[in-house]
């Protein structure tokens, strides 16, 4: 018999619509919300949690996150032990889940083993969507094999944790790549189609793939039943990836109108991460990063915002997403901040609920309070149609937590 609850006196924010619906009762069973109600409702149940009239958010999904990004030097985290990365991201993911954050999409690094371990409570963290290897060319965003080094794998690839790229070139090649990445359960195949920051000789404007490279690799995707999310930041990185039928565009800082129109008619979606470049910026230099860098980090980071403007005034869905390597992860909650510059509280909302679900194809299951979804839920303080402070501080503004129908933790009397 599976354990019902009930939760009562609850403003539960509707994703869908975008509104809330004050004095309504959650039947939960078997991890999953069995009935959401505002009509009177008579349960037998084991447990009954009063909401006193507090908002009721769906659990919040982070689209675009590196659960093995314990260091923001990401070759130095490739020459770590397998053994040591995973207790390393133990703490990412436990830490996530106490931002309220019960569902992540991992934008590359993850891998079967870790979400495993999370599905079997072996360590409390967010449900994890995997990418597997970033599939990079060579001299890629995620080749990061220094200047001269020759051979074609910089490590031994056995471990399979760290961020460094599955290098392929070629159709042939990056089809396997892709297939490699299906063979070991990927949720979703990330592809690198532009220049990137923590690169250090991929120009940012450059265009990363050929055309049916780009096919092949979303080709591969769609032949297992996954979509390809890309990374790439000018016009013309977008516009290849997406007319090669990529959906997900991760960053998208330079776009213009043009390239948003195009994204909302081909159905793509962008997941800024702005919280990332914030953290750079001010960590940047102490961490060590070269001129060229910093500079592409500054030129990036002014047009973050303006990209949101711009996707938002198109019609493009804009997915909640972070990108933060290190101890630069306590700054997720702060993403919120950063967006509601540009979109408004209940649309910052949307994009870490109901869009980030719609984008992940799991609408009904996760970022929603509906019968059948699982029972992710987040119990705060203040009204989250006004503004999100209680998720910027989520230590004390979510006062519980509930994941899959279980009590993750509770200030509530
Ligand atoms: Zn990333």
């Given at each position: 018999m599976?354990?019902?609850?009930?939760?009562?006196?609850?403003s539960?924010?509707?994703?869908?619509?975008?509104?809330?619906?004050?004095?309504?009762?959650?039947?939960?069973?078997?991890?999953r919300?069995?009935?959401?109600?505002?009509?009177?409702?008579?349960v037998?149940?084991?447990?009954?949690?009063?909401?006193?009239?507090?908002?009721?958010?769906?659990?919040?999904?982070?689209?675009?996150?590196?659960?093995?990004?314990?260091?923001?030097d990401?070759?130095?985290?490739?020459m770590?032990?397998?053994?040591?990365?995973?207790a390393e991201?133990s703490?990412?993911?436990?830490?996530?889940?106490?931002?309220?954050?019960?569902?992540?999409?991992?934008?590359?690094?993850?891998?079967?083993?870790?979400?495993?371990?999370?599905?079997?409570?072996?360590?409390?963290?967010?449900r994890?969507f995997?990418?597997?290897?970033?599939?990079?060319?060579?001299?890629?965003?995620?080749?990061?094999?220094?200047?001269?080094?020759?051979?074609?794998?910089?490590?031994?690839?056995c471990?399979?944790?760290?961020?460094?790229?599955?290098?392929?070139?070629?159709?042939?090649e990056?089809?396997?790549a892709?297939?490699?990445?299906?063979?070991?359960?990927?949720?979703?195949?990330?592809?690198?189609a532009?220049?990137?920051?923590?690169?250090?000789?991929?120009?940012?404007?450059?265009?990363q793939?050929?055309?049916?490279?780009?096919?092949?690799?979303?080709?591969?995707?769609?032949?297992?039943?996954?979509?390809?999310?890309?990374?790439?930041?000018?016009?013309r990185?977008?516009?290849?990836?997406?007319?090669?039928?990529?959906?997900?565009?991760?960053?998208?800082?330079?776009?213009?109108?043009?390239?948003?129109?195009m994204?909302?008619?081909?159905?793509?979606?962008?997941?800024?991460?702005?919280?990332?470049?914030?953290?750079?910026?001010?960590?940047?230099?102490?961490?060590?990063?070269s001129?060229?860098?910093?500079?592409?980090?500054?030129?990036?980071?002014?047009?973050?915002?303006e990209?949101?403007?711009?996707?938002?005034?198109?019609?493009?869905?804009?997915?909640?997403?972070?990108?933060?390597?290190?101890?630069?992860?306590?700054?997720q909650?702060?993403?919120?901040?950063?967006?509601?510059?540009?979109?408004?509280?209940?649309?910052?909302?949307?994009?870490?609920?109901?869009?980030?679900?719609?984008?992940?194809?799991q609408?009904?299951?996760?970022?929603?309070?509906?019968?059948?979804?699982?029972?992710?839920l987040?119990?705060?303080?203040?009204?989250?149609?006004q503004?999100?402070q209680?998720?910027?501080?989520?230590?004390a503004?979510?006062?519980?937590?509930?994941?899959?129908?279980?009590?993750?933790r509770?200030?509530?009397?």
């Open positions: 599976s354990v019902r609850c009930v939760v009562r006196n609850a539960v924010f509707d994703s869908a619509a975008g509104v809330m619906r004050p004095n309504s009762t959650l039947v939960i069973e078997g991890g919300f069995a009935a959401v109600t505002q009509e009177p409702i008579s037998d149940v084991a447990q009954v949690i009063d909401a006193g009239g507090r908002a009721v958010l769906p659990g919040l999904i982070d689209a675009h996150v590196h659960v093995v990004a314990a260091s923001h990401l070759v130095g985290l490739a770590q032990p397998p053994s040591l990365l995973t991201s703490q990412i993911l436990r830490a996530m889940l106490h931002r309220g954050f019960t569902t992540v999409r991992d934008a590359a690094g993850a891998d079967f083993g870790l979400q495993e371990a999370v599905e079997r409570s072996l360590f409390e963290g967010p994890l995997i990418a597997g290897a970033p599939i990079s060319q060579t001299g890629g965003h995620a080749d990061m094999r220094p200047k001269g080094v020759r051979s074609r794998e910089m490590f031994c690839s471990a399979g944790l760290g961020l460094i790229g599955a290098i392929a070139d070629g159709v042939g990056v089809r396997r892709v297939r490699e990445q299906v063979r070991n359960g990927a949720n979703h195949i990330k592809i690198m532009g220049g990137g920051i923590s690169s250090p000789t991929d120009p940012l404007e450059g265009t793939f050929s055309m049916d490279e780009l096919r092949a690799a979303v080709e591969e995707a769609e032949a297992a039943n996954l979509y390809a999310l890309a990374h790439a930041y000018s016009p990185a977008v516009t290849r990836a997406v007319q090669a039928g990529v959906r997900s565009i991760e960053h998208g800082n330079l776009i213009d109108e043009a390239t948003a129109r994204m909302k008619a081909h159905g793509a979606y962008l997941v800024p991460t702005l919280s990332t470049y914030a953290a750079l910026a001010e960590e940047g230099t102490r961490l060590g990063w001129a060229a860098m910093l500079e592409k980090l500054a030129h990036v980071q002014d047009r973050g915002i990209a949101v403007r711009i996707a938002r005034a198109e019609g493009v869905p804009v997915v909640f997403g972070t990108d933060l390597l290190g101890h630069m992860h306590d700054r909650s702060g993403e919120f901040d950063l967006r509601t510059v540009a979109m408004s509280p209940v649309e910052a909302l949307q994009s870490a609920t109901i869009t980030a679900a719609r984008l992940m194809r609408e009904g299951r996760i970022g929603q309070i509906v019968p059948g979804a699982f029972a992710d987040l119990i705060v303080d203040g009204d989250p149609l503004g999100l209680m998720l910027t501080r989520p230590a503004g979510i006062r519980l937590l509930m994941q899959a129908g279980r009590i993750v509770s200030t509530l009397a």
